[in-house]
T-cell receptor, first 114, second 114 residues
Framework: AQTVTQSQPEMSVQEAETVTLSCTYD???????LFWYKQPPSRQMILVIR??????QNATENRFSVNFQKAAKSFSLKISDSQLGDAAMYFC???????????FGGGTRLMVKP | SAVISQKPSRDICQRGTSLTIQCQVD?????MFWYRQQPGQSLTLIAT?????????ESGFVIDKFPISRPNLTFSTLTVSNMSPEDSSIYLC???????????FGEGSRLTVL
Protein backbone atom coordinates (compact mmCIF):
# COMPACT_ATOMS: atom_id res chain seq x y z
CA ALA A 1 0.00 0.00 0.00
CA GLN A 2 1.09 3.51 -0.72
CA THR A 3 2.02 5.78 2.17
CA VAL A 4 2.68 9.49 2.31
CA THR A 5 4.71 11.01 5.12
CA GLN A 6 5.03 14.64 6.11
CA SER A 7 7.64 14.88 8.83
CA GLN A 8 6.97 18.51 9.79
CA PRO A 9 3.75 18.93 11.79
CA GLU A 10 4.30 22.69 11.95
CA MET A 11 6.40 25.24 10.15
CA SER A 12 6.65 28.98 10.38
CA VAL A 13 8.00 31.55 7.99
CA GLN A 14 8.43 35.27 7.98
CA GLU A 15 6.35 37.17 5.50
CA ALA A 16 8.20 37.59 2.17
CA GLU A 17 10.62 34.79 3.01
CA THR A 18 10.84 31.32 1.47
CA VAL A 19 9.80 28.08 3.14
CA THR A 20 10.05 24.44 2.09
CA LEU A 21 7.62 21.75 3.21
CA SER A 22 8.80 18.15 3.05
CA CYS A 23 7.01 15.06 1.82
CA THR A 24 8.14 11.52 1.19
CA TYR A 25 6.12 8.65 -0.17
CA ASP A 26 6.38 4.97 -0.70
CA UNK A 27 5.11 3.17 -3.77
CA UNK A 28 5.98 0.29 -6.05
CA UNK A 29 4.35 1.93 -9.07
CA UNK A 30 6.35 3.67 -11.76
CA UNK A 31 3.58 5.94 -13.00
CA UNK A 32 1.76 8.11 -10.49
CA UNK A 33 0.81 11.65 -9.58
CA LEU A 34 1.72 13.81 -6.63
CA PHE A 35 -0.08 16.81 -5.27
CA TRP A 36 0.03 19.53 -2.68
CA TYR A 37 -3.31 20.63 -1.31
CA LYS A 38 -3.93 23.65 0.88
CA GLN A 39 -6.58 23.81 3.58
CA PRO A 40 -7.04 27.34 4.93
CA PRO A 41 -8.80 27.91 8.24
CA SER A 42 -12.12 28.13 6.33
CA ARG A 43 -11.55 24.39 5.65
CA GLN A 44 -12.12 24.22 1.90
CA MET A 45 -9.26 22.27 0.40
CA ILE A 46 -7.79 23.55 -2.82
CA LEU A 47 -5.17 22.14 -5.14
CA VAL A 48 -1.90 24.07 -5.08
CA ILE A 49 0.26 22.12 -7.50
CA ARG A 50 0.52 18.73 -9.17
CA UNK A 51 3.38 16.67 -10.58
CA UNK A 52 3.28 13.74 -12.97
CA UNK A 53 5.93 11.18 -12.09
CA UNK A 54 6.93 10.68 -15.72
CA UNK A 55 7.92 14.33 -16.03
CA UNK A 56 11.44 15.17 -14.97
CA GLN A 57 10.78 18.89 -14.89
CA ASN A 58 9.61 20.21 -11.55
CA ALA A 59 6.17 21.79 -11.57
CA THR A 60 5.81 25.49 -10.87
CA GLU A 61 2.74 27.60 -10.18
CA ASN A 62 3.60 31.24 -9.56
CA ARG A 63 5.20 31.39 -6.09
CA PHE A 64 4.82 27.65 -5.55
CA SER A 65 7.28 25.10 -6.89
CA VAL A 66 8.18 21.53 -6.13
CA ASN A 67 11.40 19.58 -5.87
CA PHE A 68 10.53 16.13 -7.16
CA GLN A 69 13.18 13.50 -6.55
CA LYS A 70 11.76 10.28 -7.96
CA ALA A 71 14.60 8.00 -6.92
CA ALA A 72 14.47 9.30 -3.37
CA LYS A 73 10.63 9.33 -3.40
CA SER A 74 10.67 12.88 -2.19
CA PHE A 75 8.30 15.68 -3.15
CA SER A 76 8.86 18.97 -1.34
CA LEU A 77 6.93 22.21 -1.79
CA LYS A 78 8.71 25.54 -1.88
CA ILE A 79 6.74 28.71 -1.25
CA SER A 80 8.54 31.86 -2.25
CA ASP A 81 7.73 35.39 -1.08
CA SER A 82 5.40 34.01 1.59
CA GLN A 83 2.20 35.91 2.19
CA LEU A 84 -0.16 36.00 5.15
CA GLY A 85 -2.75 34.23 3.03
CA ASP A 86 -0.44 31.25 2.68
CA ALA A 87 -1.11 30.32 6.31
CA ALA A 88 -2.92 26.99 6.18
CA MET A 89 -2.60 23.25 6.52
CA TYR A 90 -0.74 21.76 3.59
CA PHE A 91 -1.29 18.16 2.59
CA CYS A 92 0.89 16.14 0.29
CA UNK A 93 -1.07 13.53 -1.65
CA UNK A 94 -0.44 10.62 -3.99
CA UNK A 95 -2.46 8.72 -6.53
CA UNK A 96 -1.50 5.88 -8.81
CA UNK A 97 -1.87 5.81 -12.55
CA UNK A 98 -5.50 4.73 -12.29
CA UNK A 99 -6.14 7.91 -10.36
CA UNK A 100 -8.99 6.44 -8.42
CA UNK A 101 -7.88 7.13 -4.87
CA UNK A 102 -5.85 9.85 -3.19
CA UNK A 103 -3.63 9.00 -0.25
CA PHE A 104 -2.91 12.01 1.94
CA GLY A 105 -0.03 12.73 4.25
CA GLY A 106 -0.58 13.87 7.80
CA GLY A 107 -0.32 17.55 6.94
CA THR A 108 1.93 20.46 7.85
CA ARG A 109 0.55 23.55 9.49
CA LEU A 110 2.23 26.62 8.04
CA MET A 111 2.22 29.84 10.02
CA VAL A 112 3.23 33.10 8.39
CA LYS A 113 4.57 35.82 10.64
CA PRO A 114 4.07 39.44 9.66
CA SER B 1 -13.90 24.19 -11.25
CA ALA B 2 -16.90 22.59 -9.59
CA VAL B 3 -18.79 24.37 -6.84
CA ILE B 4 -19.69 21.99 -4.03
CA SER B 5 -22.15 22.87 -1.29
CA GLN B 6 -22.46 20.86 1.89
CA LYS B 7 -25.13 20.98 4.53
CA PRO B 8 -24.97 21.29 7.45
CA SER B 9 -21.73 23.17 7.79
CA ARG B 10 -21.60 22.19 11.45
CA ASP B 11 -23.76 20.45 13.99
CA ILE B 12 -23.69 19.25 17.55
CA CYS B 13 -25.27 15.84 17.98
CA GLN B 14 -26.20 13.57 20.82
CA ARG B 15 -24.71 10.14 21.22
CA GLY B 16 -26.79 7.43 19.58
CA THR B 17 -28.45 9.67 17.02
CA SER B 18 -27.89 9.78 13.27
CA LEU B 19 -27.18 12.73 11.00
CA THR B 20 -27.37 13.04 7.24
CA ILE B 21 -24.97 15.30 5.38
CA GLN B 22 -25.93 16.59 1.97
CA CYS B 23 -23.59 17.36 -0.90
CA GLN B 24 -24.73 19.29 -3.96
CA VAL B 25 -22.52 19.88 -7.01
CA ASP B 26 -23.18 22.54 -9.63
CA UNK B 27 -22.38 20.16 -12.50
CA UNK B 28 -22.92 16.50 -13.33
CA UNK B 29 -20.16 14.24 -12.07
CA UNK B 30 -19.64 10.51 -12.31
CA UNK B 31 -18.01 9.87 -8.98
CA MET B 32 -18.36 11.59 -5.64
CA PHE B 33 -16.10 10.90 -2.70
CA TRP B 34 -16.68 11.18 1.01
CA TYR B 35 -13.73 11.83 3.32
CA ARG B 36 -13.40 12.03 7.07
CA GLN B 37 -10.94 14.35 8.78
CA GLN B 38 -10.64 13.64 12.47
CA PRO B 39 -9.47 16.50 14.71
CA GLY B 40 -5.92 17.53 13.84
CA GLN B 41 -5.50 14.67 11.41
CA SER B 42 -5.37 13.99 7.72
CA LEU B 43 -8.11 12.95 5.35
CA THR B 44 -9.30 9.38 5.11
CA LEU B 45 -11.50 8.18 2.29
CA ILE B 46 -14.75 6.69 3.54
CA ALA B 47 -16.34 5.66 0.27
CA THR B 48 -16.80 6.38 -3.40
CA UNK B 49 -20.35 6.98 -4.64
CA UNK B 50 -21.32 6.34 -8.24
CA UNK B 51 -24.76 7.21 -9.48
CA UNK B 52 -26.98 4.18 -9.87
CA UNK B 53 -24.83 1.73 -7.96
CA UNK B 54 -23.87 0.84 -4.43
CA UNK B 55 -21.15 2.93 -2.86
CA UNK B 56 -17.72 1.37 -2.55
CA UNK B 57 -16.41 1.51 1.02
CA GLU B 58 -12.80 1.62 2.11
CA SER B 59 -11.36 -0.68 4.72
CA GLY B 60 -12.64 0.19 8.16
CA PHE B 61 -15.88 1.77 6.97
CA VAL B 62 -19.15 -0.12 6.61
CA ILE B 63 -22.47 0.66 5.00
CA ASP B 64 -24.46 0.18 8.20
CA LYS B 65 -22.49 2.92 9.90
CA PHE B 66 -22.10 5.26 6.91
CA PRO B 67 -24.96 4.68 4.45
CA ILE B 68 -24.60 6.72 1.29
CA SER B 69 -27.14 7.69 -1.32
CA ARG B 70 -26.43 8.91 -4.85
CA PRO B 71 -29.80 9.53 -6.48
CA ASN B 72 -28.48 11.57 -9.42
CA LEU B 73 -25.33 13.00 -10.96
CA THR B 74 -25.26 16.18 -8.86
CA PHE B 75 -26.23 15.05 -5.37
CA SER B 76 -25.17 12.66 -2.64
CA THR B 77 -25.81 12.14 1.04
CA LEU B 78 -23.74 10.55 3.78
CA THR B 79 -25.41 9.44 6.98
CA VAL B 80 -23.42 8.95 10.14
CA SER B 81 -25.44 6.43 12.13
CA ASN B 82 -25.63 5.74 15.85
CA MET B 83 -23.04 8.38 16.55
CA SER B 84 -20.47 8.24 19.30
CA PRO B 85 -17.92 10.89 20.35
CA GLU B 86 -15.35 9.11 18.16
CA ASP B 87 -17.38 10.20 15.14
CA SER B 88 -16.63 13.85 15.87
CA SER B 89 -14.90 14.92 12.67
CA ILE B 90 -15.11 17.04 9.60
CA TYR B 91 -16.80 15.16 6.77
CA LEU B 92 -15.83 16.31 3.30
CA CYS B 93 -17.50 15.72 -0.01
CA UNK B 94 -15.36 15.86 -3.14
CA UNK B 95 -15.53 15.30 -6.88
CA UNK B 96 -13.00 14.68 -9.61
CA UNK B 97 -11.35 17.61 -11.31
CA UNK B 98 -10.22 17.66 -14.94
CA UNK B 99 -6.84 16.10 -14.22
CA UNK B 100 -5.97 12.70 -12.82
CA UNK B 101 -6.07 12.81 -9.03
CA UNK B 102 -7.29 16.39 -8.84
CA UNK B 103 -10.22 16.80 -6.48
CA UNK B 104 -12.58 19.65 -5.73
CA PHE B 105 -13.79 19.75 -2.16
CA GLY B 106 -16.77 21.12 -0.35
CA GLU B 107 -16.20 23.21 2.76
CA GLY B 108 -16.94 20.25 4.96
CA SER B 109 -19.42 19.44 7.70
CA ARG B 110 -18.02 19.65 11.21
CA LEU B 111 -19.81 17.23 13.52
CA THR B 112 -19.39 17.25 17.27
CA VAL B 113 -20.90 14.32 19.13
CA LEU B 114 -21.56 14.75 22.83
Amino acid sequence: AQTVTQSQPEMSVQEAETVTLSCTYDTSESDYYLFWYKQPPSRQMILVIRQEAYKQQNATENRFSVNFQKAAKSFSLKISDSQLGDAAMYFCAYTGNAGNMLTFGGGTRLMVKP
Amino acid sequence: SAVISQKPSRDICQRGTSLTIQCQVDSQVTMMFWYRQQPGQSLTLIATANQGSEATYESGFVIDKFPISRPNLTFSTLTVSNMSPEDSSIYLCSVDGPYTGELFFGEGSRLTVL
